[in-house]
């Protein structure tokens, strides 16, 4: 079945070092690709996505690109800031679902 | 506007009890999703509305789970004879999708209610 591993946390960095948070799926077909953000006491929340092979996503200076020859979704961001600690997590749809299926999280901690 | 807003947000129960979890969407919104998070995990797929009717129950784990959606709007979750393993972080989120979009949306989550099984 249709699945999302993405790296284990927690990460932690220092302020504006540089974040990569692995994320790999399989599905057949041709999924789209997600990131959601889940901050300390709020609701997940869309930060970016891909529908199609070679498609960027960007939102608050982390980026995704979707390669479906390596079936990856990896999220960076070039500097990161202590607002950015969160949990996040890699999640797709298959064409025609409508259930986003989710990676279990990374937890990423920034510290000044 | 108001997002999707949930409750209660804390629920507490024994086990064997009943319990009912209500979800309130954005207005509008015509596809309404169930999602449980277990401690240190992702989301998993509960339950998907179209409308008043569900589209994809594939999600519910057996049959204690049952939602209903009868005016397409507001949707509850309902346990019976609650166990242990029940307890979670039970997550709304609804979309203006219509079936067989396929992934070009955008779902907006609640914050949940966590519910406790004693």
């Known amino acids: 079945g249709d699945s999302v591993t993405q790296m284990e946390g927690p990460v932690t960095l220092s302020e504006e070092a540089f974040l990569t948070i692995n994320c790999t799926y399989t599905a057949t077909g041709y999924p789209s690709l997600f990131w959601y953000v889940q901050y300390p006491g709020e609701g997940l929340q869309l930060l970016l996505k891909a529908t199609k092979a070679d498609d960027k996503g960007s939102n608050k200076g982390f980026e995704a690109t979707y390669r479906k020859e390596t079936t990856s979704f990896h999220l960076e961001k070039g500097s990161v800031q202590v607002s950015d600690s969160a949990v996040y997590f890699c999640?797709?749809?298959?064409?025609?679902?409508?259930?986003?299926?989710f990676g279990a999280g990374t937890r990423l901690a920034v510290h000044p | 506007g108001a997002g999707v807003s949930q409750t209660p947000s804390n629920k507490v129960t024994e086990k064997g009890k009943y319990v009912e979890l209500r979800c309130d969407p954005i207005s509008g919104h015509t596809a309404l999703y169930w999602y449980r998070q277990s401690l240190g995990q992702g989301p998993e797929f509960l339950i998907y509305?179209?409308?008043?009717?569900?589209?994809?129950d594939s999600g519910l784990p057996n049959d204690r789970f049952f939602a209903v959606r009868p005016e397409g709007s507001v949707s509850t979750l309902k346990i019976q004879r609650t166990e242990r393993g029940d307890s979670a972080v039970y997550l709304c989120?609804?979309?203006?999708?219509?079936?067989?979009?396929?992934?070009?949306?955008?779902?907006?989550f609640g914050p949940g209610t966590r519910l406790t099984v004693t």
């Open positions: 999640a797709l749809t298959r064409s025609g679902y409508n259930k986003l299926i």
């Open positions: 509305f179209q409308g008043t009717g569900a589209a994809d």
């Open positions: 989120a609804s979309s203006l999708t219509k079936i067989g979009a396929g992934g070009n949306y955008e779902q907006y």
